[in-house]
């Protein structure tokens, strides 16, 4: 159990303020949280499966490109954001997106935002310090789910201070701001 609740602790820690986290946010707002969640959830699962058996492999990389791929990912993900129709047709569509439609957007959505992130070197880490793949595992999956109901559940509630269009546009500043420190990181 200990260990449980240290790599939870880690976890939760180190993605809370995370890409994935602005993510889930904005699909909160945008669609079924529910039908977000599940995709969100399917997303994080093969994220931590992939951290467990071959994310110390990222570690080998020159931290320069991992740093600059990361860059590239923030940015495209702001100007995606950034981009998104304001109208009431999109709104339309958007409430008219179906189940599979909002899961596999939610999906691929939060799997590219954790290409190269910072949890999934922790989570390997974890696993080897731990030898216990396993529960590092399980329990890097639940931390990831808590974040990503606190995600969801937090853009439905800002949604009652701040208008759609303030939150899409604040995501996208802080996926910039992101992506300059990434910049920053590998340019050291």
Do not use: C
Not at 18 to 46: E, K, M, Q
Not at 77 to 99: E, P
Not at 124 to 129: T, Y
């Amino acid at each position: 159990m200990t260990i449980v609740a240290i790599v939870f602790g880690i976890v939760v820690g180190t993605e809370l303020p995370d890409t994935s986290g602005l993510a889930a946010l904005v699909l909160g707002t945008r669609y079924r949280p529910s039908w977000v969640f599940v995709g969100t959830a399917g997303a994080f699962a093969v994220h931590v499966v992939l951290a467990v058996a071959a994310g110390s492999l990222l570690d080998l990389l020159p931290h320069r490109v991992v740093q600059g791929a990361v860059a590239v990912v923030f940015l495209i993900g702001a100007v995606l954001i950034f981009r998104q129709d304001d109208d009431d047709d999109a709104r339309l569509k958007m409430a008219g997106a179906g189940f599979w439609h909002v899961v596999a957007a939610s999906f691929a959505v939060i799997a590219l935002a954790e290409l190269g992130d910072p949890s999934e070197i922790v989570i390997a880490n974890l696993a080897a310090k731990y030898h216990s793949p396993a529960v590092v595992g399980v329990a890097s999956i639940v931390a990831l789910w808590v974040v990503a109901v606190l995600a969801i559940s937090g853009g439905r509630s800002l949604m009652r201070f701040l208008p759609l269009p303030w939150i899409t546009r604040l995501a996208a500043a802080a996926m910039v701001i992101m992506a300059g420190f990434s910049i920053a990181a590998a340019v050291r």
